[in-house]
């Protein structure tokens, strides 16, 4: 059984740096063509493809955030860790990370967190 | 890069079909045959629904089915049932950068 969970602060301030944990089970991250990706959804609105990183270790960002993302994982503990650098009100979003393979889809995903900017 | 283009909504009656487009460009659904589907019911993660623009997951039922057609593709739900009723969310690859988009959304709305 595949399963991932998202975990971090669920209140930050504007200008502070953001770091959310994705821990997964029932894959490995040291598994050829699997990945963790990291989506958000701001409230009442769109999905939006944030970061991705795949089992060798590979690291794809969304250009319009490129700058701010970084992602590390940590195989021994299934983990992946997006940090998301100067946060600001318009950052606030549910942020879910998913399991992605071969078919080019992301197909497991986590329950998602709350992330609020606010001072 | 923008989002794909999807329908504010839509809605069917029980028993109907109905079909939710999702218009890229040439650089990503146009060029790959990597748009998936994703379902999401109110407060819930997304559920993956089709894949590789027409296949579907184990689990998904056979009423859900997915097409493309140059730089648009399709999600069609035969028999809708009152349970269909959620977003429906597309999603491609495209290339180098960015490497994968969404679409706007969906409302599905089973009368």
Partial sequence: ?119 | QSALTQPASVSGSPGQSITISCTGTSSDVGSYNLVSWYQQHPGKAPKLMIYEVSKRPSGVSNRFSGSKSGNTASLTISGLQAEDEADYYCCSYAGSSPNWVFGGGTKLTVL
């Fill in chain 1, 1 to 119: 059984q595949i399963t991932l969970k998202e975990s971090g602060p669920t209140l930050v301030k504007p200008t502070q740096t953001l770091t959310l944990t994705c821990t997964f089970s029932g894959f490995s991250l040291t598994t050829s063509a699997v990945a963790v990706g990291w989506i958000r959804q701001p409230p009442g609105k769109a999905l939006e493809w944030l970061a991705l990183i795949f089992w060798d270790d590979d690291k794809r960002y969304s250009p319009s955030l490129k700058s701010r993302l970084t992602l590390t994982k940590d195989t021994s503990k299934n983990q992946v860790v997006l940090t998301m650098t100067n946060m600001d009100p318009v950052d606030t979003a549910t942020y879910y990370c998913a399991q992605y393979t071969s078919g080019w889809s992301f197909d497991y995903w986590g329950q998602g967190t709350l992330v609020t900017v606010s001072s």
